[in-house]
């Protein structure tokens, strides 16, 4: 699986689009971009993926580059609760391939 | 609700002493996954088990043990506990085609003396 490369840590203020970007320079043809975030040590949740064009679902919004180098998840209104580790991860859609974790980013709503 | 149970959800052993960490999923997943998450740190991947009958190493296998009892069960055995596996673990499933992602149960906070 390509590595990724996130900041360590963002803020956004309450109300505001948080932009999250993830660079994935390696990433082949057919791997997909996956999201997932955690909260306060709870499991982690699935956001959205994709594999080249924008994809957008009642969470969040996935923007891929036409080179497929990078993306950016956008959270368009950001709330007190969407405080949590964002990890961008890319892989295969065989089910039976595992994923790999970064440290992600640690994003903070501020009020 | 569907998804993945883990128990217990919290346990403190002696160094030395066993146990095994339990997981279920109910959606009917080919795939299930123990990750284990150090303070401050990102998931790493214990085992996996692509399929019932397959089981695989992960990223740190060392001091455990796995086993996929069914399409709905995998379970994690510590045999001898130690202070550095300390840590939260969580258990996983993943089905379908098309990139479908994981489900993940709540964590297992171990704690090791």
């Known amino acids: 699986d390509a590595k990724t490369t996130q900041p360590t840590s963002m803020d956004c203020a309450e109300g505001r689009a948080a932009n999250l970007p993830c660079n994935h320079s390696?990433?082949?043809?057919?791997?997909?971009v996956y999201w997932y975030r955690q909260i306060h040590s709870q499991g982690p949740q699935y956001i959205i993926h994709?594999?080249?064009n924008n994809e957008t679902n009642e969470m969040a919004s996935l923007i891929i580059t036409e080179d497929r180098k990078s993306s950016t998840l956008i959270l368009p209104h950001a709330t007190l609760r969407d405080t949590a580790v964002y990890y961008c991860?890319?892989?295969?859609?065989?089910?039976?391939?595992?994923?790999?974790f970064g440290t992600g980013t640690s994003l903070t709503v501020i009020p | 609700n569907a998804g993945v149970t883990q128990t217990p959800k919290f346990q403190v052993l002696k160094t030395g002493q066993s146990m095994t960490l339990q997981c279920a999923q109910d959606?009917?997943?080919?795939?299930m996954y123990w990750y284990r998450q150090d303070p401050g740190m990102g998931l790493r991947l214990i085992y996996y088990?692509?399929?019932?009958?397959?089981?695989d190493k992960g990223e740190v296998p060392n001091g455990y043990n796995v086993s996929r009892l069914n399409k709905r069960e995998f379970s994690l055995r510590l045999e001898s506990a130690a202070p550095s596996q300390t840590s939260v673990y969580f258990c996983?499933?993943?089905?379908?085609?098309?990139?479908?992602?994981?489900?993940f149960g709540s964590g297992t906070r171990l704690t090791v003396v």
């Open positions: 996983a499933s993943s089905g379908g085609t098309g990139g479908y992602g994981y489900t």
């Open positions: 390696t990433i082949s043809g057919n791997e997909y």
């Open positions: 994709g594999l080249k």
């Open positions: 991860i890319v892989r295969t859609a065989n089910t039976g391939n595992q994923f790999y």
């Open positions: 959606m009917n997943h080919n795939s």
């Open positions: 088990s692509a399929s019932e009958g397959t089981t």
